[in-house]
């Protein structure tokens, strides 16, 4: 997928990852792609936020809306918490294309488990 993380913070992740090698025959940005980013940077949030209670995070439910379609050059993940408590999260992510416009924004619900043994 070529995901690549730039900033970790349980407040803001934010990632990028390229449209070539994640086209649908098309030509466009896969929709399954954004849902990849969206859940990565979601899940990543939420499994830090997770760790203070000495949790892991899964995900419950992913919802994304495709508002246009990215053909060429990179996508940008920013997910940003909606709902951070102790037995579920729930993050909204914003992909945008390199010229900020909005591509995909999605919804992802974790909830937080006890660790299983030998985690």
Partial sequence: MGIEITQWDVQEMIGTM???????????????????????????????????????????????TH????????????ARPIHLGRSTTTYEIVVTDEDGKRTCTARLTCILRAKPPGA
């Fill in 67 to 78: 508002h246009r379609a990215a053909r060429e050059g990179i996508v940008t993940g920013v």
């Fill in 18 to 64: 390229p449209v070539k090698g994640n086209r649908q025959p098309f030509g466009l940005l896969h929709g399954g792609a954004n849902a990849v980013l969206a859940e990565q940077l979601g899940s990543l949030g939420s499994a830090m936020h997770a760790h203070q209670f000495g949790s892991i995070a899964v995900g419950l439910e992913l919802s994304c």
